[in-house]
């Protein structure tokens, strides 16, 4: 009997984090060798909340890419959950991805990441990743790869992607690949994340919601999908009901936009993704309410799955 445990001769699994400052690329990265969104990403720091599985499969390997919300100073209740989570993750999986993007010179923030996984994960090989490959020339490229390499010490390899169009994602992969151990298949064939559907629906309006927005406010945000039926009507639709939570009064009318336009862009870009995610056509009925201060106070966490 066939199943998705059958696997040929030599082959390799495992799991793969990447770990580097806000805004490297993680995110897009994990996307990209997955092919398909399944982690959201924003140019703001900090975007990614929770790990994400992303399943990569290939005739000779399978690998688990876990992207993790990254290890920061904490400055909230839920800034110090999630760096519990994030050396939890480390300390598990078999190796660790630096990224440093190809046009932002090493620094201290680096550094301090890269001590605290030798801290949390003394044994887990670390390989470097240049990311944003495409945002800098090739003498950068090349100067940022050496910098990455003496930063890592060793033998450790260093490989160049740009997950925006996709340049060496393949070498990536097989670098990758190269460095797990033989093992299993873990999950079937057909599964890219093991993310349930209502997580990632609200991830994607969680996306739109974040677009466009600067300073601490992201940060505020919160999304939680409290329904979704089927339209009685027309049975082709599905109604999602959803929340996005604020912690202040204030903040409402900076997501709502002059005449509520804001939230009608937020509203069509979502349902956009979901309907590509869903394959389905939807209506999405968003509505906002406000949590106070729900980062720093444990049971408001709980109740948003912290
Ligand atoms: N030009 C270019 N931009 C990229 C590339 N990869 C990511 N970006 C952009 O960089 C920003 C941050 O990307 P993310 O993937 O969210 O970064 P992250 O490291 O996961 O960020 P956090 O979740 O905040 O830690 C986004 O605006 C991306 O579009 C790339 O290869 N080239």
Avoid: C
């Avoid at 003498?139 to 003496?150: I, K, P, R, Y």
Wanted: charged share 25%; net charge negative.
């Amino acid at each position: 009997m066939s199943s998705f445990t059958d696997t040929p001769e030599g082959f390799r699994s495992g799991f793969v984090s990447f770990v580097g400052r806000p805004n490297t690329g993680k995110s897009t990265l994990t996307n990209a060798l997955v092919g398909e969104k399944i982690a959201i990403t924003a140019n703001q720091p900090e975007t990614t909340r929770h790990p994400i599985r992303g399943i990569v499969h290939r005739p000779e390997a399978q690998v688990i890419v876990v992207d993790t919300p990254g290890l920061h100073k904490p400055r909230t209740l839920l800034g110090e959950r999630l760096n519990e989570i994030v050396k939890d993750t480390y300390a598990d999986v078999d190796l660790i991805g630096f990224t440093v993007p190809a046009d932002e010179k090493i620094g201290p923030g680096d550094r301090w990441i890269l001590e605290n996984l030798r801290t949390v994960a003394p044994k887990t090989p670390i390989l470097g990743i240049v990311t944003k490959l495409d945002k800098a020339s090739k003498d950068q490229v090349g100067a940022q790869l050496l910098a990455l390499h003496e930063l890592l010490g060793g033998d450790a390899e260093v490989v160049p992607v740009s997950a925006a169009d996709g340049t060496q994602i393949d070498v990536l992969l097989n670098v990758i690949t190269s460095l797990l151990p033989e093992g299993p298949k873990f999950y079937p064939d057909d599964h890219v994340t093991d993310e349930d559907t209502e997580k990632r629906i609200s991830e994607l309006i969680r996306e739109a919601a974040l677009s466009g927005l600067k300073d601490e406010l992201p940060h505020s945000v919160a999304v939680e999908v409290d329904e979704i039926l089927p339209n009685p009507e027309n049975p082709k639709r599905l109604d999602i009901h959803a929340i996005i939570y604020l912690e202040r009064e204030g903040q409402k009318s900076i997501i709502m936009g002059k005449d509520n336009r804001r939230m009608g862009r937020i509203i069509h870009n979502a349902r956009q993704e979901i309907i590509r995610l869903l394959g389905h056509n939807v209506f999405l009925d968003l509505r906002i309410k406000v949590l106070k201060n729900w980062q720093s106070d444990p049971k408001s966490l709980g109740r948003l799955g912290f």
